[in-house]
């Protein structure tokens, strides 16, 4: 069928640049986003995220006028959900975004109309949203009821993006298509089509689920493996980044570098999704999550060690005379996303627990989150340089590794991205 108008539900990391590019292909895109402030600054022709060459897509979808935003669902002839799908405390999945994103589009839906889980979510939520939206619309029929004759379309197709690289990597990675019948995966296979290049293999919605989950679960693995090693050299006295250095030389082997956690909204949270539903079976994966989720305080252990062997040889010092800078808050490499980040819950806990000064240094942000900006401060490169007694490296972005190693000359430094 050819689609007039698609609309993207949640205009964050992944859904604006997946409207900006349906829009990029002359195509009528509504977004939907419950930010007003990120409503309007799109509608303005303009970005609230940081992602290279989307401004430029942005501004002119929106001035061409394929492209606009709103707070409120429209009715369209496809709808793409990209909301976030954190976990709770005891690591459940927590699906409340999606399940507010499939009731608020509901009333708008029509007879012949396609709905697509983009967000990546435990096994079974694309089935859950399709109960979600026929308790909703009882007068429509949906594929877990009426098969292949259903009025509304259903599949789920998780994204597959690094970011820094979204743009590039939506037009040519290949797409896994979860449907909830074959004619649901055929469907969503001509919507991708208007600008995927890449393959788009059919599967069913549950197999679909599990991929994107088992793509992230395997990075997990590879970096508790890198970080567990990186904490045994410590204790052994051995540079862990010469060794992987020496050990990839083997032609079978390729380790992965440490660093000081693992972050974001994809590896930091997939692998519980697959524990919270076969708690018995994922044994490794759950180890690589608690590896990974205590690597951070491994960090600050390293911190607290600097700190008094500065105290050590400056004794006419006070820990509270004694600078910190964290360089870094992202969770990963020149980007601004902060979700999940390692490198912020470190900064916070040296700011709360350190009684000196805390400075944080993040190129990528003008201006550190509300809850943050009273217990630590938000400083320039060059000024955390002259100012630090100790200085930690979390994030290796690109402007920290062109570094002179001149400015570390009278400091503690800490490295845990192999960069310094």
């Not at 405390?89 to 927590?94: A, F, I, L, R, S």
């Not at 949270?269 to 608690?290: H, M, N, Y």
Request: charged content about 25%.
């Amino acid at each position: 069928m050819p689609f007039t108008t698609i609309s993207v539900i949640g205009l964050g990391y992944i859904g604006l640049p997946t409207a900006a590019v349906f829009a990029s292909r002359k195509k009528q895109v509504i977004g939907v986003d419950v930010n007003q402030n990120a409503v309007d600054i799109i509608n303005r022709g303009q970005i609230h995220i940081v992602e290279p060459d989307l401004d430029m897509v942005v501004h002119a979808a929106v001035t061409e006028g394929y492209l606009r935003a709103t707070t409120q669902p429209e009715p369209a002839d496809a709808f793409l959900i990209a909301v976030p799908t954190p976990f709770k405390d005891d690591h459940e999945p927590d699906l409340t975004y999606i399940e507010s994103a499939s009731k608020s589009i509901a009333p708008v839906l029509k007879k012949g109309d396609l709905v697509i889980l983009e967000s990546t979510s435990p096994v079974g939520a694309t089935e859950q949203m399709a109960a979600w939206l026929a308790e909703a619309r009882p007068d429509l029929s949906f594929p877990q009821t009426h098969g292949e004759n259903s009025d509304i379309r259903v599949a789920h197709c998780p994204e597959r993006v690094l970011p820094g690289h979204v743009l590039r990597e939506l037009v040519q990675n290949d797409r896994v298509i979860g449907g909830m019948t074959p004619k649901c995966s055929q469907l969503a296979i001509s919507l991708y089509k208007i600008f995927v290049q890449g393959d788009c293999i059919v599967t069913n919605a549950r197999t679909a689920e599990m991929c994107k989950l088992t793509e992230n679960s395997s990075r997990d693995v590879g970096i508790a493996f890198a970080n567990e090693l990186s904490m045994i050299c410590d204790k052994l006295d051995i540079n862990v980044w010469e060794l992987i250095s020496l050990a990839n030389r083997h032609p079978r082997v390729n380790i992965l570098q440490p660093g000081p956690g693992v972050g974001g909204h994809c590896i930091a949270v997939d692998p519980w999704f697959i524990v919270s539903k076969t708690p018995d079976q994922a044994k490794l994966i759950r180890t690589a999550r608690e590896v990974n989720d205590s690597k951070p305080e491994w960090v600050i252990e390293k911190v607290k060690i600097a700190v008094a062997e500065h105290l050590q040889a400056n004794p006419q010092k006070t820990a509270r005379e004694v600078t910190i800078a964290c360089f870094g808050l992202a969770f990963k490499a020149d980007i601004d996303d902060l979700r999940e980040s390692p490198a912020l819950a470190i900064a916070e806990k040296i700011s709360n627990t350190h009684p000196g000064q805390t400075l944080v240094v993040e190129p990528n942000i003008e201006n550190l989150p509300e809850n943050l900006s009273k217990k630590m401060h938000l400083a320039m490169s060059e000024a955390a340089l002259a100012e630090a007694d100790i200085a930690i490296l979390l994030v290796d972005h690109k402007e920290f590794k062109s570094i002179d190693k001149k400015h570390f000359s009278n400091k503690n430094v800490i490295d845990t991205r192999g960069a310094w």
